[in-house]
C-alpha cells in the first residue's frame, strides 16, 4: 500500500505563489484545473465549490477524525481537544486505487476547506506519498511538492474568475468569505496573488 502522506500546511494555504517560484506555466494551469472541476461540476469559473461534493463524483473518501472516536478514543480525544493542533489532514490510498482524506474537524470550517482542498491538490498534481516514521523528526519533507499543492489548493477554493468577480462587484469581504467557505487570510491571499485587487483598483 502507498505511504499516506500527512500535511501540516498553514491553516489558509497562503504564502505560496506571491513570493515562491514555481516552474513556467504552473500557476496558469493550476487555475485551469481549477476551473476545470468547476466545469464537471457544472458551474461556472467564478462559482463557490462545494468541496464535500466535488470529492464524491471523484470517489475520494472524506472522513472526520472525530468518526473514529469509538476506535481509538484516546488518540481521537487528543485531536480534538486541541492536542492536534498541528495535525490538519491526512491522504492516503488503499485497496484497488479507493483514495481517502483524513481531515482534522476540530478545526474551523474554513480551515477545514483549505485542508480538504490541499489534500485534493496532492491528489490532483499525482504527488509521490511522503514518507512517514512514528518519530515526527524523521519525516521526510519536500517543499516544492508543499508550495504547488498550497498554490493549487487556493485555486480550487477561489479561481482567479472568482477573486476578479469578488473585487469588480466590491462584494463585502465578510460576504465573500461565507460564499466561498475561506478564511479572512485566504480571501486577501487569492485576491492579492491573483491581481484581481490590482486589476480593479485600474478600473
Not at 85 to 104: E, V, W
Request: contains cysteine.
Amino acid at each position: 500500500m502507498p505511504l499516506p502522506r500527512l500535511s501540516r500546511q498553514p491553516t489558509s494555504s497562503s504564502g505560496a505563489g506571491d513570493s515562491v517560484a514555481f516552474q513556467r506555466g504552473f500557476k496558469a494551469k493550476a487555475n485551469r484545473i481549477a476551473v476545470g472541476i468547476r466545469r464537471q461540476m457544472g458551474l461556472a469559473g467564478s462559482d463557490p465549490l462545494d468541496l464535500c461534493a466535488l470529492l464524491g463524483k471523484l470517489n475520494i473518501v472524506a472522513r472526520p477524525i472525530s468518526s473514529f472516536a469509538d476506535q481509538c478514543p484516546e488518540p481521537v480525544s487528543h485531536l480534538l481537544k486541541g492536542g492536534g493542533r498541528g495535525f490538519s489532514a491526512l491522504s492516503f490510498s488503499f485497496g484497488d486505487g479507493n483514495r481517502m482524506i483524513l481531515f482534522n474537524d476540530s478545526h474551523s470550517l474554513a480551515r477545514q476547506n483549505s485542508d480538504l482542498a490541499h489534500e485534493l491538490a496532492h491528489l490532483l498534481l499525482a504527488h509521490p506519498p511522503e514518507e512517514i516514521s512514528a518519530c515526527a523528526r524523521c519525516r521526510s519533507f519536500d517543499q516544492e511538492v508543499e508550495n504547488e499543492a498550497n498554490y493549487l489548493a487556493g485555486c480550487i477554493l477561489i479561481t482567479n474568475q472568482a477573486a476578479c468577480r469578488i473585487a469588480w462587484a466590491g462584494l463585502d469581504l465578510t460576504v465573500a468569505q461565507e460564499l466561498y467557505g475561506v478564511s479572512a487570510e485566504m480571501l486577501n491571499y487569492r485576491l492579492n496573488v491573483s491581481g484581481a485587487r490590482k486589476r480593479a483598483a485600474r478600473r
